[in-house]
């Protein structure tokens, strides 16, 4: 594969003007355009992330975070999302062509945002600071995916072979990039905002600069196990309380008027994993179930919402899972005797039109659930939990009144928990389920919970996945770098904030 990301000189930009609602249409060449505005930039910018986000990075870890396996009788499907075959997924086999999107769909946007930079620096800072936050979000989501990675040398013209920098370092990096874009909106002032263009959120400041600490706030969580990075942790910690303006307090939804007229025009999960415009199911609905572990972990604290977010098995009913990675014969793991998703509308599929999830307000909580419960942060631990559950439930569309119920339960109550961060990782697991699969995986990844996760019958030995193996597109054309970080073993090899 030739086509090396860092150095791309063709950038993906959305078609996009401020008489027209859409922004959905990608331009793979805008070079044949005269004129890439900013607002062009950053439309288009933030849609690839969008659709990287919602697919992509959720797909992968959603799979290995315990949430996911494939029906038996259904073979062959490669994932609309990554590239990769579902049997391949299932089974860890962790080879240099698996995934390759999230290398290379990660620095494609990245060089877009430093292209917006370049264009708004000094001129047009709230752009400016756009651009950094969700450059650090990416930055830090590889480093998740691979540990070393190009940082200070990536996007550089004319760099072919750009030097990996270590992922700790990467880390800081990526958080002190994503403070300076919070420095940058702050600053903006009276200079130009973005309105139709900010698919996220229209220009609010505010909300740009509490998606921002968040993403700090998960970075941060994510090296909780590191002692070395104790004082780090207390020294940014201090920062973003010093900043004042908290957390998200919504859902972070991108929604640049997706419609259902074409397929790359709809929500991207919508299109992937339930039907496309012509309303013909996907390959990977009909081939995507929940794991028998996922349904047991509903059960036992009598969740309603897994049947919000599934069906029963058109086969005899019920609510049925898979293992994932199963070979042998076994129809009671087919598609039509197991449980495929529900939708649209309650659950997880939602509408064609509804925004890309982004960031969960479920997540944030849950963050700052852990975060009051290492003493890191002010607040009540068990409130921050409690409106953690409250989000998941009011996301997947259960009533107020099966939220009282479900919360009061011994098993759920955060009173009752004799082990607090379990207690809050165990219901954050439930609720990130198809919502952001990445960050259950690093959850098991950072503190092996929930316990009890099933290795896949597929794997070939007893570990879990740790980390992505280099690209091969990056290992012909960067091929000294790659030497240099080792012979990489994804069920060996760890990124660095695993203890």
């Given at each position: 594969?030739?086509?090396?990301?860092?150095?791309?000189?063709?950038?993906?930009?959305?078609?996009?003007?401020?008489?027209?609602?859409?922004?959905?249409?990608?331009?793979?060449?805008?070079?044949?355009?005269?004129?890439?505005?900013?607002?062009?930039?950053?439309?288009?910018?933030?849609?690839?992330?969008a659709?990287?986000?919602?697919?992509?990075?959720?797909?992968?870890?959603?799979?290995?975070?315990?949430?996911?396996?494939?029906?038996?009788?259904?073979?062959?499907?490669?994932?609309?999302?990554?590239?990769?075959?579902?049997?391949?997924?299932?089974?860890?086999?962790?080879?240099?062509?698996?995934?390759?999107?999230?290398?290379?769909?990660?620095?494609?946007?990245?060089?877009?945002?430093?292209?917006?930079?370049?264009?708004t620096?000094?001129?047009?800072?709230?752009?400016?600071?756009?651009?950094?936050?969700?450059?650090?979000?990416?930055?830090?989501?590889?480093?998740?995916h691979?540990?070393?990675?190009?940082?200070?040398?990536?996007?550089?013209?004319?760099?072919?072979?750009?030097?990996?920098?270590?992922?700790?370092?990467?880390?800081?990096?990526?958080?002190?990039?994503?403070?300076?874009?919070?420095?940058?909106?702050?600053?903006?002032?009276?200079l130009?905002?973005?309105?139709?263009?900010?698919?996220?959120?229209?220009?609010?400041?505010?909300?740009?600069?509490?998606?921002?600490?968040t993403?700090k706030?998960?970075?941060?969580?994510?090296?909780?196990?590191?002692?070395?990075?104790?004082?780090?942790?207390?020294g940014?910690?201090?920062?973003?309380?010093?900043?004042?303006?908290?957390?998200?307090?919504?859902?972070?939804?991108?929604?640049?008027?997706?419609?259902?007229?074409?397929?790359?025009?709809?929500?991207?999960?919508?299109?992937t994993?339930?039907?496309?415009?012509?309303?013909?199911?996907?390959?990977?609905?009909?081939?995507?179930?929940?794991?028998?572990?996922?349904?047991?972990?509903?059960?036992?604290?009598?969740?309603?919402?897994?049947?919000?977010?599934?069906?029963?098995?058109?086969?005899?009913?019920?609510?049925?899972?898979?293992?994932?990675?199963?070979?042998?014969?076994?129809?009671?793991?087919?598609?039509?005797?197991?449980?495929?998703?529900?939708?649209p509308?309650?659950?997880?599929?939602?509408?064609?039109?509804?925004?890309?999830?982004?960031?969960?307000?479920?997540?944030?909580?849950?963050?700052?659930?852990?975060?009051?419960?290492?003493?890191?942060?002010?607040?009540?631990?068990?409130?921050?939990?409690?409106?953690?559950?409250?989000?998941?439930?009011?996301?997947?569309?259960?009533?107020?009144?099966?939220?009282?119920?479900?919360?009061?339960?011994?098993?759920?109550?955060?009173?009752?928990?004799?082990?607090?961060?379990?207690?809050?990782?165990?219901?954050?697991?439930?609720?990130?389920?198809?919502?952001?699969?990445?960050?259950?995986?690093?959850?098991?990844?950072?503190l092996?919970?929930?316990?009890?996760?099933?290795?896949?019958?597929?794997?070939s030995?007893?570990?879990?996945?740790?980390?992505?193996?280099?690209?091969?597109?990056?290992?012909?054309?960067?091929?000294?770098?790659?030497?240099?970080?080792?012979?990489?073993?994804?069920?060996?090899?760890?990124?660095?904030?695993?203890?």
């Open positions: 594969m030739k086509k090396n990301i860092i150095y791309a000189i063709c950038i993906a930009v959305a078609v996009y003007s401020t008489g027209c609602k859409k922004v959905l249409d990608i331009n793979s060449n805008p070079n044949a355009s005269t004129n890439v505005t900013k607002d062009m930039l950053l439309a288009g910018s933030l849609l690839n992330s659709r990287l986000e919602t697919n992509a990075v959720n797909e992968l870890g959603n799979f290995w975070g315990g949430y996911w396996g494939k029906a038996y009788d259904i073979s062959g499907t490669t994932s609309g999302a990554i590239g990769t075959t579902i049997d391949l997924i299932a089974n860890y086999s962790i080879i240099d062509n698996f995934a390759t999107v999230i290398w290379e769909k990660s620095y494609t946007t990245i060089y877009n945002y430093t292209l917006l930079q370049q264009q620096e000094g001129n047009a800072p709230f752009y400016t600071g756009i651009a950094k936050i969700i450059k650090g979000m990416h930055y830090l989501q590889l480093v998740d691979y540990n070393n990675v190009p940082f200070s040398e990536a996007s550089v013209p004319g760099n072919t072979q750009p030097a990996y920098d270590p992922g700790e370092q990467v880390y800081t990096g990526a958080v002190d990039m994503i403070t300076s874009g919070i420095q940058d909106i702050k600053n903006a002032g009276t130009a905002s973005p309105t139709a263009s900010d698919i996220f959120f229209k220009g609010s400041a505010s909300s740009w600069i509490k998606l921002g600490n993403l706030l998960r970075a941060l969580i994510h090296q909780s196990q590191l002692s070395s990075r104790s004082a780090y942790i207390s940014e910690i201090a920062k973003i309380i010093e900043e004042g303006s908290g957390f998200i307090t919504a859902d972070v939804l991108a929604n640049p008027g997706f419609t259902s007229q074409a397929d790359n025009q709809q929500n991207p999960f919508y299109t994993y339930f039907k496309n415009s012509q309303g013909i199911v996907s390959g990977m609905f009909n081939a995507i179930r929940p794991t028998r572990f996922l349904l047991a972990a509903y059960d036992a604290v009598n969740d309603p919402r897994k049947a919000l977010i599934y069906a029963e098995a058109t086969n005899g009913g019920g609510y049925h899972g898979v293992i994932l990675g199963q070979s042998s014969s076994d129809a009671s793991q087919n598609a039509t005797a197991t449980s495929a998703f529900r939708g509308g309650a659950g997880v599929i939602k509408t064609a039109t509804s925004g890309a999830m982004i960031f969960s307000l479920t997540e944030s909580e849950f963050l700052q659930a852990e975060a009051a419960q290492r003493g890191w942060i002010g607040g009540s631990a068990a409130s921050y939990y409690e409106r953690g559950v409250k989000a998941s439930f009011n996301y997947t569309g259960a009533s107020d009144s099966a939220f009282q119920s479900f919360i009061a339960q011994p098993s759920v109550s955060f009173a009752s928990a004799a082990d607090k961060i379990e207690r809050i990782i165990g219901q954050k697991w439930l609720a990130l389920n198809s919502v952001n699969g990445a960050e259950a995986w690093n959850d098991f990844r950072r092996g919970l929930p316990k009890g996760m099933p290795l896949s019958a597929g794997a030995g007893q570990n879990f996945p740790k980390r992505l193996r280099y690209p091969s597109s990056e290992v012909s054309t960067n091929s000294s770098e790659v030497a240099k970080q080792g012979n990489i073993d994804g069920l060996v090899n760890k990124v660095f904030w695993q203890p």
